[in-house]
Each structure stands twice: as structure tokens, then as C-alpha cells.
């Protein structure tokens, strides 16, 4: 999936697949992708309009009859739930977990815990909805070696499944955005959700050996069974030298062995596809807008206007970062972007920016009479 799709989680519902990533301050967010193959994808809903602070590296669960996200924000953790994966999603309910990356496991005999950062794990209630006991740190990562170049230990992302007798915990070290060879995936399994945990004799299963790589920071894994029994390793990695982009979604197969570890597949055929993306053009002819779009620290779908093939704004602040901004995600460096403006009322400033945070964006913008680089 090309484009800033960062901390992939991926569900499956029968024959169907469904995908999100971490939104951070783009609202709405947690886009939700549907797949029947694990190859081609279509956005289909946003799961949430509104939260507190930034959002990031989300668990997508099916238990029951009921769709869960758990995700990290504001330094605590959080859960929207919802009957049907399209919507209505609940308004997100504070589950007083510390705590990043969370990940949930449900035992064969239906009771649930998450996982978070630091290999820690607290029981929930039988609804999933709140903690149900202390917070006890069961897992503490692998020791790669002492040589390779990461950012830190960083011991996170917990993603569980239970598979024949085992739970099964992909998580990620080394950090995300340090030197290309930092970030990893790594797997270890246990008979019981307290361990003792063991570290598999494969790990790491994703990894970047050396910055001469397509692909830099490789980690932050979940395994899923494909709708033909081949399993896959989908993850997150930035392309090599452009960062700015953001963590593309990726996957690659892997194997089960003889002893019960999951293993990458080396020689299997796989064909290349067109990368996923949404399509950043927009002429504003619908009555709804496009999935591209998305607000800075707010949602712009309840903000914005759509009138004859045009998108309306308030205007706002005195600087491009304190106006109201609809922002498109660039999928990669190599695009060309053209718009018309109306400014409205005199004194009006509007443009288009490449923003990256409020402290680090460059654009074009006009009013009447003067057009301003910045």
C-alpha cells in the first residue's frame, strides 16, 4: 500500500479481509480497506471522527459478532466497537491502560487481555470494554545483536493469535525511525497468556540488513492466514532515502515448520501488483468527500462544504498551519497538482502546502493581490 500507511492491522471476517493503520492527527481516521485476496484493496469507512491527542498503531479485532479497535492516545488506551464494520463505530472508550501499541488475545476458553508495549499484559472484562486486573510485564523482547545498528531496544507493537495450543506474539524492536537497519519484527510463542515466553529460532522474521536496501526500518509485523492457506507477515517500512513520504504497507509470505514457528518463505513465486493508493485528485462533484481527505488535529468533513465542483472553507488564522486545511496524503515524490481558488471575501488567503507539521511545510499562497512563497 503506497503512501503514509503506517502500524498495519489486518482482520479477517470469513472471506473477507479488513485493514487499518494509524491516523495520527489526520481526522477522520483509521480508514478502513476491504480485500477478498490480501492483494487489491478498497477504502470502505473511517472509523473514528474524533479523539484526544495523536492516534497510532491500532489492533483490528473480530470477537463474536462485534468489530474492536483498540488504539493508543493521550497517554492511555482506548476502544471503538462496532456491529458492522462499515458503522455506526462507537465514541472511543477509555480503558485506563498505560501503555502504546496495544494488541488483544482471547483464550480458547473466551477470556481476553491485551498486550501493550514492553511486553505487558492486562486482563479485560468479558466484553473487552475495560481492564479486569493489574497491568504485569510477562515478555521482555530478543536479544539481537550487539553490533547492529537501531535506535533502541524499543520492545513493542504485541500482535497475538492462538494457533494450535500456542499464543503467538509478533512484536517489533530496534525503533522505528532510526538507522535504516533499526526496526524488526520478531516472534516468540507460549502455552499460557503469563509465559513462559520463548523466542523463536527464526527471529528476526522482517528486518533491514544494510541502507543498500529497497526498503528501510522493516518491522512492526502481523501474520494472517491468505484466502488459499498461504500465510503472510503484512508490515510497514519506509522506501529507501525518502522518509517524508511516510511507512508504506507491505507483506510477504511465510511458512509453518515442522517444530510450530512461523518462518519467511524464500522461494516463493510471487507476482508484483500495482501498489494500493488513494487517489489524491478531487473535483469536488460528489455529495460526500472523497476518502483522501482529512483535517489537521480536526475533522475537515464536518468543516468544509461541498457547492458546485468546489470544496468551502472558513477561513481562519493568520498563517497557512493555523487555517483549516484538507489535507491528501502524496502516495509518492513524483506527482503534479493543480487547483482553482475563489477567495471569498477581501483579505481571504488561501494556497496549497506541502505540510509536514506546523513547525515544517512550503507552499504557495495568494490573496488579492499578493502571492506569498513559504
Not at 518463505?265 to 487517489?279: F, R, S, T
Not at 489524491?280 to 475533522?299: H, L, P, V
Request: proline share 7%; net charge negative.
Amino acid at each position: 500500500m503506497q503512501g503514509d500507511y503506517p502500524d498495519p492491522t489486518i482482520v479477517k471476517d470469513g472471506e473477507d479481509y479488513y485493514m487499518t493503520h494509524t491516523p495520527n492527527y489526520y481526522k477522520p481516521g483509521f480508514l478502513i480497506w476491504h480485500s477478498r485476496d490480501l492483494m487489491k484493496w478498497e477504502p470502505i469507512a473511517h472509523a473514528a471522527t474524533d479523539w484526544a491527542g495523536s492516534a497510532w498503531a491500532p489492533d483490528f479485532q473480530k470477537v463474536g459478532d462485534t468489530f474492536y479497535i483498540y488504539f493508543p492516545a493521550d497517554g492511555t488506551n482506548w476502544v471503538i466497537t462496532a456491529q458492522d464494520v462499515h458503522g455506526p463505530w462507537s465514541e472511543p472508550i477509555d480503558l485506563k491502560i498505560k501503555g502504546i501499541d496495544p494488541g488483544l488475545v482471547v483464550t480458547p476458553e473466551g477470556k481476553r487481555y491485551l498486550f501493550t508495549n514492553m511486553g505487558n499484559v492486562t486482563p479485560l472484562t468479558d466484553d473487552g470494554l475495560a481492564r479486569a486486573g493489574e497491568t504485569k510485564r510477562v515478555y521482555t523482547g530478543w536479544k539481537y545483536p550487539a553490533e547492529w545498528a537501531t535506535e533502541c531496544g524499543c520492545l513493542e507493537s504485541p500482535k497475538l493469535i492462538y494457533h494450535n495450543g500456542y499464543y503467538y506474539m509478533t512484536s517489533a524492536m530496534g525503533g522505528t525511525a532510526g538507522p535504516a537497519t533499526s526496526h524488526m519484527a520478531i516472534c516468540a510463542r507460549a502455552k499460557d497468556i503469563y509465559g513462559p515466553w520463548e523466542n523463536s529460532p527464526y527471529n528476526p522474521i522482517v528486518h533491514t540488513y544494510s541502507a543498500s536496501e529497497e526498503w528501510w526500518s522493516k518491522g512492526h509485523g502481523s501474520i494472517i492466514e491468505g484466502p488459499d492457506g498461504q500465510w503472510w507477515i503484512i508490515y510497514h517500512a519506509y522506501r529507501k532515502g525518502a522518509h517524508a513520504i511516510g511507512r508504506h504497507t507491505l507483506m510477504e509470505p511465510i511458512e509453518w515448520t515442522k517444530g510450530g514457528w512461523y518462518r519467511p518463505v524464500k522461494d516463493l513465486e510471487i507476482a508484483e501488483l500495482e501498489p494500493n493508493k488513494l487517489n489524491i485528485s478531487d473535483s469536488f462533484d460528489s455529495d460526500q468527500f472523497s476518502w483522501q481527505w482529512a483535517g489537521w488535529r480536526e475533522n475537515i468533513t464536518k468543516i468544509a462544504s461541498l457547492k458546485k465542483g468546489a470544496a468551502v472553507l472558513p477561513a481562519r488564522g493568520a498563517k497557512p498551519h493555523e487555517g483549516h486545511m484538507m489535507i491528501a496524503t502524496a502516495p509518492n515524490y513524483r506527482y503534479t497538482i493543480e487547483t482553482q481558488l475563489s477567495l471569498g471575501k477581501k483579505g481571504n488567503e488561501a494556497g496549497m502546502i506541502l505540510y509536514y507539521s506546523a513547525k515544517a511545510y512550503a507552499g504557495i499562497m495568494c490573496n488579492e493581490e499578493t502571492l506569498t512563497i513559504y
